[in-house]
Each structure stands twice: as C-alpha cells, then as structure tokens.
Nanobody, 130 residues
C-alpha cells in the first residue's frame, strides 16, 4: 500500500507561482510512476503531469498541453516527495489537485490515463484569482 499526502495549495494572483508537494509513505520502493491530476466542480478529472523512473533515476516526464512550459514535475528521491512547480498561473488553473501513484511502470503513452494509478491523495485546492 502507498499513502499520499498533498500540500502547497492556496490562493495566488494570475501570473503567480505555487509549488505543490506529494509525500509518499508505505511501499514507496515500488512506486515507479506518479502524477498530478486536477478537477473542478461539474467536470471530469483531468491529467496535469506525471513522472516515472527506473532504478531510482528519472526516466520520463509528461505534461498536459495546457500546462506545458509553465509547470514542472520533479522527484526528490531522498525525501520520497514529488513536486509540481506551477508558474505563470491562470484563472483556468483553479482546481482541486490530486496526487496519484502506481506501483507499476506505466507506459509513456498511458501516463495520462487516471485508471493506471491505484493510489490517490485527498487533494489540495489551488485558486488563481485577483
């Protein structure tokens, strides 16, 4: 089992930055793929970014087109934390952000599929507003 706890959400003005963190505990030695998804009321949860690694080394990162060049996903191996650095935030980035993890190496073509992730955090709210 893997437990995930997100932090770092909050209120920020358009153009500002936030850094989300996802701390993993439990069977983290078998956690090979982790991602971030977001959801707004009345809408489907959507993919934001994901990262996977082999033998402790970062193998591949993927991003939704809407956040590419603004968001960066990274992994701190020592602290077992995955971060999402969000820059140039827009009002349309407002959502509840969820961390997800898979204990298998998700294919690069499938990292955007939420059904590939078995473990989820409780979510953290990000609000972009002036």
């Amino acid at each position: 089992q893997v437990q995930l706890v997100e932090s770092g959400g909050g209120l920020v003005q358009p153009g500002g930055s936030l850094r989300l963190s996802c701390a993993a505990s439990g069977r983290t030695d078998s956690t090979y793929t982790m991602g971030w998804f977001r959801q707004t009321p009345g809408k489907e949860r959507e993919f934001v970014a994901a990262i996977r690694w082999i033998s402790g080394r970062t193998a591949f990162a993927d991003y939704a087109d809407s956040v590419k060049d603004r968001f960066t996903i990274s992994r701190d191996n020592a602290k077992k934390i995955v971060n999402l650095q969000m820059n140039s935030l827009k009002p349309e980035d407002t959502a509840a952000y969820y961390c997800a993890a898979s204990t298998s190496l998700v294919a690069t073509s499938q990292m955007q599929i939420q059904e590939k992730y078995a473990y989820w955090g409780q979510g953290t709210q990000v609000t972009v507003s002036s």
